[in-house]
């Protein structure tokens, strides 16, 4: 038997409390015969450990009672599972956070098994709040760049500035940045039937130049072609010159956010898998000022081609690139922003298996170079991704006239 001090120090309760429970008959301990001080058993301990666990669980006293009586309400402890569930959720999210926060500020690398856990973090902020991801990061020290790299690629790079240097150091020694071919987008250029009207062409995102001299031979267009990492432009200005295209093709190191130019300005925008860094949609409706009235946009995008991708697909994906959609969703999302559909087609298989041989190749000879790491062993993933799941998803083309 336990006195009402031995009681309030075994559970972690006020006396007051204690009392309080009797006096609404949660509990009802003996008195002792001899001095009539309260003694509690080892049922009444039970009864109270069991009480304060319910208590944490959210259930109140009366709610309690019934639970006591063995009469509980199923409903409100289904409700109180949801909750403590979610709850769960919030409090792994909290401890991601400062767990990340630490490994930023401490430089000390996180343990092999965390680093899948920190990329499924940024692949949930970047869903539930992508604005915040892209400040937060900011906040945490990564240029505006960096951020933009680390929010939609999801990668740990939180701790590891090699990391990007060896991303960048793959993309900058290929013939391409993102899957594509010459017959894909002289597929998609060749339906606008009134080319000779297109004159002023932006590029979005041209990495090192690609798209944008295979317009240059299909049209006497002058073309500005933009993107932010300055040694693709230094490759793709190289071929300018080779090529003698100084007049007509002019590469440029811009923000795709921040296109400063007055309305109506291009009779064509061309955006061959990039668009993903600012969001599809942001992308039509930012860019639509820039497009004089019934001129083009090419837009491609990476989408699902099946309903039921496979699990290890799917999970891929949710990471790589959590706004990831579906070929008709691209199209009604376009159409209901102003946008007529002129071309629609999926990018043929043959374009991401060249694509990713290429990367293949180019990730092999970085390896020789500077050994195995992080960096590498992502791509090969994806490679391998790619490889088993290739026909579950792809990038839907499209060429739109705004309206
Ligand atoms: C997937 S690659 C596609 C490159 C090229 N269009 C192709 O198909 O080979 C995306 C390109 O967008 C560029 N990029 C990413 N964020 C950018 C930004 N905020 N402003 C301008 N370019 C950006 C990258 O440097 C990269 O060259």
Redesign the pocket.
């Known amino acids: 038997m336990f006195s009402v001090s031995e009681v309030t120090k075994k559970i972690g309760v006020a006396r007051s409390t204690l009392l309080y429970y009797e006096r609404i008959n949660l509990i009802d301990p003996e008195r002792d015969p001899d001095n009539g001080y309260r003694v509690y058993s080892q049922d009444d301990l039970n009864r109270l450990v069991l009480l304060k666990q319910l208590q944490k669980a959210g259930l109140t006293l009366s709610e309690c009672r019934r639970f006591l009586e063995g009469k509980p309400d199923i409903e409100l402890v289904e409700e109180r599972l949801t909750n403590i569930e979610q709850e769960l959720v919030e409090m792994k999210m909290a401890k991601d956070l400062l767990r990340s926060i630490y490994h930023r500020f401490t430089g000390k690398n996180p343990p092999e098994e965390e680093v899948a856990d920190l990329r499924k973090w940024h692949a949930d902020f970047e869903k539930r709040a992508a604005d915040a991801h892209y400040n937060w990061l900011q906040e945490m020290g990564f240029s505006a760049k960096e951020a ?1 790299y680390i929010r939609w690629v999801s990668r740990d790079m939180t701790n590891n500035k090699d990391y990007m240097e060896h991303f960048f150091k793959v993309f900058e020694n290929m013939k ?3 899957p ?1 071919s010459k017959e894909s987008t002289l597929k998609s250029f060749n339906s606008i039937s009134d080319k000779d009207s297109i004159n002023n062409i932006l590029e979005v ?3 090192t130049g ?2 944008s001299i295979t317009l240059a031979d299909a049209c006497s267009a002058t073309i500005t072609a ?4 300055q040694p ?1 432009l230094d490759r793709f200005q190289k071929e300018v010159t080779k090529g003698g295209y100084e007049n007509r093709v002019k590469p440029i190191n ?4 921040d296109l400063d130019y007055p309305d109506g300005s291009f009779d064509l925008i061309w955006s ?3 668009s993903y ?1 600012i969001g599809f949609e942001t992308a039509l409706k930012q860019w639509k000022r820039l497009i004089r009235n019934n001129g083009y946009l090419f837009i491609s995008d990476a989408v699902w081609l099946t309903d039921n991708p496979t699990e290890e697909c799917k999970a891929y994906w949710d990471i790589e690139y959590p706004q990831i959609s579906n070929p008709e969703e691209r199209v009604n999302q376009a159409k209901e922003l102003g946008y007529e559909v002129i071309d629609n087609f999926n990018l043929p298989r043959r374009d991401w298996k060249s694509f990713y041989m290429d990367m293949e190749e180019t990730v092999a000879k970085q390896v020789k170079k500077h050994g195995m790491n992080k960096t590498f062993m992502d791509m090969e993933d994806e490679i391998r991704v790619d490889r088993n799941f290739g026909d579950e998803y792809g990038y839907v083309c499209l060429l739109l006239r705004k309206k």
């Open positions: 933009l391409r940045q993102g594509g995102g041209c990495g690609v798209t933009l993107d932010n990492h693709f811009m923000d795709m956010h061959e898998g990039s860094f």
